[in-house]
């Protein structure tokens, strides 16, 4: 029998996957290819404040005017263009560098991120699927390929596509949060629950994967333990609010206001 509360999930859990199953990946070397939603360069130049994106924005636009044909600087101007939400100037600006560069994977992985921050989820899924090759694939394409298919509606396709980034790389956090919001798109809350606890023991976890589990462990009706997940590791004010988000999500869900959507993760 299917939860009372599950069959309002659907927008909320499309919120959380656009924002953490297509969030970025903190990489160690130039490969940032396979995320959709918040961005994230390296894990020692990543500007965090929106004065800081607004400071690359600024440099690396400078340098993309200088000299158009730079992977590099399109790259990363468009990356702090979709930071401060000019998500349509990241497309543009990607769109010539693709032009210019058919055949980088690097730089199409990029393009389907900035596409389906901008909603072109179908444009994104065929940009994406040119990012890597069935010989070599790439487990961030395979997680952003999976993100955006739960946004079309292919629950199925996209928990194969997370299944296969998990076979080349083992318990990866993002991968697993994404197949956990997967399971809640579907209403399985078993499911979802047991693989956000896995995603959230992984060191890495992006913190929004806490919120997350505890919002599915309320929709279980364990809510003391919803609460306590909320609570782990936060300071007092932070715990605080952070049990006050979980309670009001799921008033609005007791309540029926299947318009009510949960703001999704700023990411990093």
């Known amino acids: 029998m299917r939860h009372p509360h599950a069959r309002l999930l659907v927008s909320a859990a499309l919120a959380a996957v656009l924002a953490l199953g297509l969030a970025g990946c903190n990489t160690t ?11 994230r360069a390296s894990a020692d ?9 607004r400071q690359s924005m600024e440099a690396w ?29 990241a497309v543009a600006v990607l769109e010539q560098a693709a032009i210019r560069n058919p055949e980088n994977m690097q730089l199409l992985g990029e393009y389907g991120r900035a596409l389906a921050a901008a909603g072109n989820l179908q444009q994104a899924l065929d940009v994406l699927g040119r990012a890597h090759t069935p010989d070599n694939p790439d487990w961030r394409i395979l997680n952003a390929q999976g993100a955006v298919l739960d946004q079309l509606g292919r629950h199925a396709d996209a928990q194969k596509h997370y299944t296969s980034a998990l076979k080349l790389m083992p318990d990866e956090p993002s991968v697993l949060s994404n197949l956990g919001l997967s399971y809640l798109l579907t209403k399985d809350l078993k499911r979802a629950e047991v693989t956000l606890r896995r995603a959230l023991a992984q060191p890495g976890a992006d913190p929004k994967v806490r919120q997350n589990l505890a919002l599915v462990v309320g929709l279980r009706g364990k809510f003391a333990d919803a609460e306590q997940i909320a609570r782990q ?12 988000y979980l309670r009001q999500v799921l008033a609005e869900h007791k309540r029926g206001n299947k318009g009510y959507v949960p703001p999704p993760n700023p990411g990093g």
Do not use: C, F, H, M
């Open 29 to 39: 070397n130039s490969d940032v290819t396979g995320s959709i939603g918040n961005v």
């Open 45 to 53: 130049d990543t500007p965090r404040t929106d004065g800081e994106w």
């Open 61 to 89: 636009g400078a340098r993309y005017r200088q000299d158009p044909s730079s992977v590099e600087a399109a790259i990363k101007y468009a990356r702090a263009l979709r930071a401060i939400g000019q998500r349509a100037q």
């Open 233 to 244: 590791g936060l300071s007092a004010d932070e715990a605080a609010a952070n049990v006050d």
